[in-house]
DNA sequence: CTAGTCACTCGCACACTGTACGACAAACCC
DNA sequence: GGGTTTGTCGTACAGTGTGCGAGTGACTAG
């Protein structure tokens, strides 16, 4: 017996200094975190691995599955509380909460997640988890379904606005107090004649950006579980 | 006298055959809509138009400032009622289906929309016309606002996912029936030991996609509306 | 020890992108 | 008729995703 199974696989391991699906989809998340879709090139996300640029196609098919793959990575990092701990309100409100900041964590998300539907393991572990924790709720039979879509679409919605002002701002070069009072400043002039956007201007001219985003957050979220919880059944 | 004013300035007025803004934003809308952004390149769009590629950039300075024109134009195609003719609950629910129907027709909307914040003067009417709506309903001062921006949210939440399947179903160049089929064969064998996920799949399975899509976005508009309908000032 | 097979890397090339630049031309004003 | 404005467009540059085929190191069978 020259060699055990063991040392065999041991060996085999390591074989040679090698990239790796799981590194290559790490790589590109921070590109993407970091610079978004626009900076995310199969050549630059390579030279930051030291490899050539066409060594990754080794590892994924195309652009897009990478991109399918690093989608299904932020899936993983959202919480869905399990009903039993929380009841099924309060585990919806944190549900969006953490599907809203993931989505916060990642601003290139929605710019990406509309051309392809969600089907990796991370996505439908979420949607199943998703289905205990308002099953559990005691929704007729199809409105199981229809309440956790309309809670993960609005959380979707809201964050996409959200995403939407931040990575203007950032391209914009300027402070969020210089953006935001500029934008106020031009939509002052472009409204002149538009009482009710003044007052609407008014009310949020002097409010925190972030912490009204916060409010308005909760705000409907609030009211979609207020409708939502008359639907159970009784 | 050979000629009146009247005759001159109507042969000043076409002066010379010449692209407009308006004639390559609405070209370019043409070819959105039907090959979505990655069909969008400047070169084609000028070819479609019969002109140089780069005559397109003396009426417009990139190609994101024409994607910004035309989003702002889709933006007009949303009807807001006035709040006197149909009441802020229904009028609201218009509202949502008319947004709803608009991003339907532009399915590449979702994709851009989120990179930019959307200033153009469509966008700004609308959500004048929007305060409108929402202020007649009686809310509290600030609650105006989060009640306007929670319905679009839902709104642009349900039909960008939607849009998300109906482009799959497009680049996978199958029927609806057949793609559906696939999907959930492929979803039966995924969550083999997920009596949750395989509930819902059995839900789902019978019914048409469009049709649930619609039952779905009422079913979530309706509980949205319904919470709100408690917030207002009695 | 050699020959062969697998797993993986990578340089080159192709077609295509957005757009800066500067040369051109047609219409207008004086 | 000269000059200015308004508009067009060919060329060029730097960059993109990725197909192809040659190359290389590690392992296995003989």
Redesign the interface.
């Known amino acids: 017996m020259k060699e055990s199974i063991w040392t065999r696989t041991r060996a085999a391991a390591p074989a040679r200094e090698t990239l790796s699906r799981e590194q290559i989809v790490q790589a590109a998340m921070e590109t993407l975190d970091a610079e978004?879709v626009a900076g995310l090139s199969m050549r630059k996300l390579a030279a930051k691995l030291g490899s050539g640029a066409t060594s990754l196609y080794w590892h994924v098919q195309t652009k897009d599955d990478l991109i399918d793959l690093v989608i299904d990575e932020t899936y993983g990092e959202v919480d869905v509380p399990e009903p039993e701990l929380a009841g099924w309100r309060s585990g919806a409100m944190l549900f969006g909460h953490s599907l809203r900041a993931m989505i916060l964590r990642h601003p290139w998300l929605?710019?990406?997640?509309?051309?392809?539907?969600?089907?990796g393991?991370n996505a439908?572990s979420l949607?199943?988890r998703g289905?205990?924790l308002f099953?559990a709720a005691g929704f007729a039979?199809?409105?199981?379904?229809?309440?956790m879509?309309?809670v993960?679409?609005?959380?979707?919605?809201?964050a996409?606005?959200e995403?939407?002002?931040r990575?203007?701002i950032q391209?914009s070069g300027q402070t969020t107090e210089e953006w935001v009072s500029d934008?106020l400043e031009?939509?002052r002039v472009?409204?002149a004649d538009?009482t009710?956007?003044q007052?609407?201007l008014r009310?949020?001219s002097n409010r925190d950006l972030a912490t009204m985003h916060n409010?308005?957050f909760v705000?409907?979220l609030?009211?979609?579980?207020?409708?939502?919880e008359?639907?159970v059944k009784k």
């Open positions: 978004g929605p710019e990406v997640v509309y051309t392809r539907p969600s089907l393991p439908t949607g199943s289905l205990v099953g039979e199809r409105d199981v379904d229809f309440a879509s309309s993960m679409s609005y959380v979707f919605g809201t996409n606005a995403v939407a002002i990575t203007a391209n934008v031009q939509a472009a409204i538009d009710e956007m007052k609407s009310r949020r409010e308005a705000f409907g609030d009211c979609l579980l207020d409708g939502l008359t639907r």
